[in-house]
């Protein structure tokens, strides 16, 4: 990354803690708030390109021709995923008007990306009019991994996505499971209810209505692809980078920023994850965010740490981030 890009990167990273201690809380906050940090800001937007635009999407791309099974939609979810398409591809031609465009006429649309290179006409509901699955198309034209949440039975489920970046989870093993199922694991979020009183908010979510959430753990370099499918090809690094010297250039902050926004047609729940990557070393560069990481980590409690995968590098880097 180039001196100028990684100032850019710094600025618009979207630093998540306000306190020098963190617990698992719904957080959600409404989209579109732009949030001042220390090195910028960021928030102003639901979907978010940058430097990182085409080596992501290449990096997606690999991915699914790997493991197609990375986008998953159950046969009830044909409608939900061309609802996200279209609000995808809208949110994009709002926010980079002099890059993208998306017009329609009739039935029929038209969507131009000029950074990508790509125009493509196509009709709404009839699949052979894209060249692949809709839910597809939307990943390949923003950075955002996208997760469908169907509501009935008096519960959410996540019954559609499309996810290469997950941190430490499978959309493969998820796919079809109740919001709360998917969240069984997490430490103290039951005995608080955490879970439910977020899945009671989102199920009261009116068309258009747009929130969004942080969440974050670490990640041994910089690798996006930390599902559970791969975790074989790095799962070990957690273990043998607590004695690498290189440790605060391979260590990473991941922080994902969430947008949840009730779809207009369908009446599904549009999930969108993007994920950020910050090495320990780039993130010393603002001394505040240097200073309030080591206190989060320093405090962060045993069975948090354990469930993030932090517990062979936790202290170490909480002492070096510290300055020792």
Not at 98 to 121: A, C, F, I, P
Not at 198 to 226: C, H, I, K, P, S
Request: negative net charge.
């Amino acid at each position: 990354m180039t001196d100028t890009m990684l100032s850019s990167h710094l600025a618009r990273f979207p630093f998540p803690f306000r306190e020098d201690t963190y617990r698992y809380s719904t957080n959600v906050e409404p989209a579109r708030q732009f949030v001042p940090t220390e090195a910028g800001g960021w928030g102003e937007h639901v979907l978010d390109l940058d430097a990182t635009y085409e080596a992501e999407l290449t990096e997606r791309e690999r991915i699914l021709r790997r493991d197609p099974s990375r986008c998953t939609v159950l046969p009830h979810m044909r409608v939900a995923t061309w609802d996200a398409l279209l609000t995808v591809l809208g949110e994009l031609a709002a926010t980079y008007p002099g890059q993208m465009s998306l017009h329609r006429d009739g039935t029929t649309y038209r969507w131009r990306n000029d950074l990508l290179g790509v125009k493509q006409e196509f009709v709404l509901g009839e699949e052979d009019s894209l060249p692949c699955d809709p839910l597809l198309f939307a990943g390949s034209q923003a950075q955002e991994d996208i997760v469908l949440l169907d509501q009935r039975e008096d519960a959410l489920w996540a019954d559609a996505g499309l996810v290469t970046f997950a941190a430490d989870w499978s959309l493969g093993f998820d796919v079809g499971m109740r919001f709360l199922e998917i969240h069984g694991p997490v430490p103290r979020v039951h005995e608080e209810r955490v879970i439910t009183r977020a899945e009671r908010f989102l199920m009261r979510l009116e068309a258009g209505q747009e929130y969004r959430r942080t969440n974050w753990t670490m990640t041994v370099d910089r690798r996006l692809d930390t599902s559970t499918e791969t975790y074989p090809e790095w799962g070990r690094d957690r273990r043998l980078v607590v004695t690498d010297p290189a440790l605060p250039d391979r260590l990473h902050l991941r922080v994902e920023v969430q947008h949840l926004l009730r779809l207009p047609r369908s009446g599904a729940i549009l999930f969108l994850i993007r994920t950020y990557l910050l090495s320990l070393t780039d993130l010393a560069r603002v001394p505040a965010w240097r200073s309030r990481f080591a206190s989060v980590l320093a405090e962060l409690p045993d069975d948090l740490t354990e469930y993030k995968g932090l517990s062979h590098y936790r202290d170490a880097a909480a002492h070096w981030l510290a300055g020792g």
